[in-house]
Protein backbone atom coordinates (compact mmCIF):
# COMPACT_ATOMS: atom_id res chain seq x y z
CA UNK A 1 0.00 0.00 0.00
CA UNK A 2 1.94 3.03 -1.15
CA UNK A 3 1.77 6.03 1.20
CA UNK A 4 -0.63 8.43 -0.67
CA UNK A 5 -3.22 5.68 -0.12
CA UNK A 6 -2.57 4.66 3.14
CA UNK A 7 -3.14 8.75 3.95
CA UNK A 8 -6.06 8.92 2.42
CA UNK A 9 -7.54 6.01 4.00
CA UNK A 10 -6.90 7.48 7.74
CA UNK A 11 -7.99 10.92 6.78
CA UNK A 12 -11.60 8.86 5.94
CA UNK A 13 -11.28 6.74 9.61
CA UNK A 14 -10.97 10.26 11.19
CA UNK A 15 -13.68 11.70 9.86
CA UNK A 16 -15.71 8.71 10.03
CA UNK A 17 -14.51 8.99 13.82
CA UNK A 18 -15.61 12.46 14.16
CA UNK A 19 -18.98 11.94 12.32
CA UNK A 20 -19.36 8.79 14.78
CA UNK A 21 -18.59 10.63 18.18
CA UNK A 22 -21.54 13.74 17.50
CA UNK A 23 -23.71 10.85 16.46
CA UNK A 24 -23.05 9.54 19.68
CA UNK A 25 -23.67 12.76 21.44
CA UNK A 26 -27.05 13.67 19.79
CA UNK A 27 -28.42 10.01 20.55
CA UNK A 28 -28.62 10.87 24.01
CA UNK A 29 -27.64 7.23 25.14
CA UNK A 30 -24.44 8.35 26.65
CA UNK A 31 -21.33 9.07 24.23
CA UNK A 32 -18.25 6.95 23.40
CA UNK A 33 -16.08 6.83 26.89
CA UNK A 34 -13.19 9.27 25.65
CA UNK A 35 -15.86 11.70 24.88
CA UNK A 36 -17.14 11.75 28.28
CA UNK A 37 -14.14 12.67 29.46
CA UNK A 38 -13.39 15.08 27.00
CA UNK A 39 -17.05 16.42 27.59
CA UNK A 40 -16.07 16.78 31.18
CA UNK A 41 -12.95 18.46 31.05
CA UNK A 42 -15.10 20.93 28.52
CA UNK A 43 -17.69 20.98 31.53
CA UNK A 44 -15.06 22.52 34.14
CA UNK A 45 -12.99 24.59 31.86
CA UNK A 46 -16.25 25.83 30.17
CA UNK A 47 -15.16 25.06 26.07
CA UNK A 48 -17.04 23.09 23.70
CA UNK A 49 -16.95 19.51 23.50
CA UNK A 50 -14.49 19.62 20.09
CA UNK A 51 -11.94 21.89 21.99
CA UNK A 52 -12.49 19.94 25.06
CA UNK A 53 -11.27 16.94 22.70
CA UNK A 54 -8.77 18.61 21.31
CA UNK A 55 -6.76 19.62 24.40
CA UNK A 56 -7.29 15.97 25.73
CA UNK A 57 -6.09 14.55 22.22
CA UNK A 58 -3.07 16.71 22.84
CA UNK A 59 -2.08 15.50 26.31
CA UNK A 60 -2.36 11.78 25.62
CA UNK A 61 0.08 12.42 22.43
CA UNK A 62 2.47 14.36 24.92
CA UNK A 63 2.42 11.15 26.99
CA UNK A 64 2.74 9.16 24.42
CA UNK A 65 6.01 11.25 23.18
CA UNK A 66 7.69 10.53 26.13
CA UNK A 67 6.26 6.78 26.96
CA UNK A 68 5.62 5.84 22.92
CA UNK A 69 7.27 7.37 20.32
CA UNK A 70 7.39 4.59 17.86
CA UNK A 71 3.43 4.26 18.26
CA UNK A 72 2.99 8.23 17.23
CA UNK A 73 3.20 8.84 13.57
CA UNK A 74 1.09 10.79 10.23
CA UNK A 75 -1.94 8.68 11.39
CA UNK A 76 -1.76 10.24 15.42
CA UNK A 77 -1.24 13.81 13.63
CA UNK A 78 -4.37 13.56 11.05
CA UNK A 79 -6.12 12.10 13.97
CA UNK A 80 -5.96 14.90 16.23
CA UNK A 81 -6.33 17.66 13.41
CA UNK A 82 -9.18 15.69 11.98
CA UNK A 83 -11.27 14.73 14.65
CA UNK A 84 -12.60 17.94 16.79
CA UNK A 85 -13.52 20.36 14.24
CA UNK A 86 -15.71 17.20 11.85
CA UNK A 87 -17.47 16.38 15.75
CA UNK A 88 -18.24 20.45 15.55
CA UNK A 89 -19.51 20.52 12.20
CA UNK A 90 -21.74 17.41 12.24
CA UNK A 91 -23.30 18.58 15.61
CA UNK A 92 -24.30 21.40 13.84
CA UNK A 93 -25.39 19.91 11.06
CA UNK A 94 -27.35 16.67 12.68
CA UNK A 95 -28.46 18.79 15.63
CA UNK A 96 -31.51 19.72 13.55
CA UNK A 97 -32.56 16.08 12.75
CA UNK A 98 -32.23 15.14 16.61
CA UNK A 99 -32.14 15.54 20.16
CA UNK A 100 -32.77 13.94 23.41
CA UNK A 101 -36.37 14.46 22.82
CA UNK A 102 -36.75 12.96 19.37
CA UNK A 103 -38.56 9.22 18.39
CA UNK A 104 -36.43 6.60 20.19
CA UNK A 105 -36.34 4.59 17.07
CA UNK A 106 -34.56 7.51 15.43
CA UNK A 107 -31.82 8.08 18.68
CA UNK A 108 -31.49 4.35 18.22
CA UNK A 109 -30.39 3.89 14.53
CA UNK A 110 -27.68 7.02 15.38
CA UNK A 111 -26.76 5.24 18.33
CA UNK A 112 -26.10 2.00 16.47
CA UNK A 113 -24.62 3.92 13.42
CA UNK A 114 -22.30 5.68 15.56
CA UNK A 115 -21.07 2.25 17.43
CA UNK A 116 -20.26 0.79 13.89
CA UNK A 117 -18.61 4.12 12.48
CA UNK A 118 -16.15 4.51 15.38
CA UNK A 119 -15.58 1.11 15.16
CA UNK A 120 -14.78 1.22 11.68
CA UNK A 121 -13.35 4.08 11.27
CA UNK A 122 -10.76 2.80 14.02
CA UNK A 123 -10.00 0.25 12.43
CA UNK A 124 -9.61 1.55 8.86
CA UNK A 125 -6.54 3.88 10.03
CA UNK A 126 -5.20 1.20 12.23
CA UNK A 127 -4.74 -1.26 9.20
CA UNK A 128 -2.43 1.94 7.43
CA UNK A 129 0.20 1.22 9.75
CA UNK A 130 1.17 5.23 9.67
CA UNK A 131 0.59 5.43 13.47
CA UNK A 132 -1.83 4.86 16.07
CA UNK A 133 -4.78 7.57 16.68
CA UNK A 134 -4.85 9.18 20.33
CA UNK A 135 -8.24 7.48 21.34
CA UNK A 136 -6.51 3.65 21.09
CA UNK A 137 -2.85 5.32 21.67
CA UNK A 138 -2.65 3.80 24.90
CA UNK A 139 -4.81 0.88 24.68
CA UNK A 140 -2.50 -0.30 21.75
CA UNK A 141 0.73 0.16 23.51
CA UNK A 142 -0.49 -1.57 26.75
CA UNK A 143 -1.40 -4.80 24.74
CA UNK A 144 1.75 -4.51 22.87
CA UNK A 145 3.94 -4.54 26.00
CA UNK A 146 1.95 -6.41 27.74
CA UNK A 147 0.81 -9.32 25.25
CA UNK A 148 -2.73 -8.79 26.21
CA UNK A 149 -4.87 -9.08 23.43
CA UNK A 150 -6.23 -5.34 22.33
CA UNK A 151 -9.80 -5.68 23.28
CA UNK A 152 -9.50 -6.23 26.40
CA UNK A 153 -7.11 -3.71 26.97
CA UNK A 154 -9.50 -1.22 25.14
CA UNK A 155 -11.79 -2.12 27.20
CA UNK A 156 -10.29 -1.94 30.25
CA UNK A 157 -9.13 1.84 29.36
CA UNK A 158 -12.33 3.09 28.37
CA UNK A 159 -14.07 2.08 31.47
CA UNK A 160 -11.39 4.36 32.91
CA UNK A 161 -11.70 7.34 30.64
CA UNK A 162 -15.89 7.21 31.56
CA UNK A 163 -15.36 6.88 34.98
CA UNK A 164 -12.69 9.71 35.45
CA UNK A 165 -15.38 11.58 32.67
CA UNK A 166 -18.11 11.23 34.87
CA UNK A 167 -16.46 12.18 38.27
CA UNK A 168 -15.90 16.05 35.96
CA UNK A 169 -19.71 15.81 35.40
CA UNK A 170 -19.23 14.54 31.72
CA UNK A 171 -22.57 13.04 30.17
CA UNK A 172 -22.87 8.97 30.67
CA UNK A 173 -25.70 6.89 29.56
CA UNK A 174 -26.21 3.26 28.83
CA UNK A 175 -24.52 3.69 25.92
CA UNK A 176 -21.52 4.64 27.27
CA UNK A 177 -21.18 1.48 28.88
CA UNK A 178 -22.50 -0.67 26.11
CA UNK A 179 -19.62 1.46 23.86
CA UNK A 180 -17.23 0.86 26.75
CA UNK A 181 -17.81 -3.11 26.26
CA UNK A 182 -18.63 -3.87 22.69
CA UNK A 183 -16.05 -1.07 20.75
CA UNK A 184 -12.50 -2.97 21.16
CA UNK A 185 -14.08 -6.44 20.18
CA UNK A 186 -15.83 -5.16 16.89
CA UNK A 187 -12.50 -3.36 16.11
CA UNK A 188 -10.59 -6.44 16.63
CA UNK A 189 -12.99 -8.11 14.74
CA UNK A 190 -12.97 -5.34 12.05
CA UNK A 191 -9.31 -5.28 11.78
CA UNK A 192 -8.41 -8.84 10.89
CA UNK A 193 -10.66 -8.89 8.12
CA UNK A 194 -9.98 -5.32 6.68
CA UNK A 195 -6.31 -5.20 6.65
CA UNK A 196 -5.78 -8.20 4.26
CA UNK A 197 -7.83 -7.06 1.18
CA UNK A 198 -6.63 -3.28 1.43
CA UNK A 199 -2.84 -4.67 1.53
CA UNK A 200 -3.52 -6.89 -1.63
CA UNK A 201 -5.64 -4.19 -3.13
CA UNK A 202 -3.15 -1.00 -3.18
CA UNK A 203 -0.06 -3.91 -4.03
CA UNK A 204 -1.83 -4.35 -7.28
CA UNK A 205 -2.65 -0.65 -7.59
CA UNK A 206 0.87 -0.70 -7.28
CA UNK A 207 2.09 -2.77 -9.70
Not at 60 to 86: C, D, E, Q
Not at 134 to 147: G, N
Not at 166 to 180: E, S
Request: charge should be positive.
Amino acid sequence: MNKAKRIMFVIIGSTTNGIAISLYLLSGFGPDPFTVLADGLSRTVGVSVGIGNFGLSFFVILVGFLFGRKYLGLATMINLIVVSPVLNLFLGLFGRMVTSDSDLLIRLIFFLLAYFLLSFGTSLYLSTDLGISVVDLTPVMVSEKAHIQFRWCKIAFDVILAASGFLLGGAIGLGTVFAALATGPLIQWLRKRLKPPMERFFLKQAS
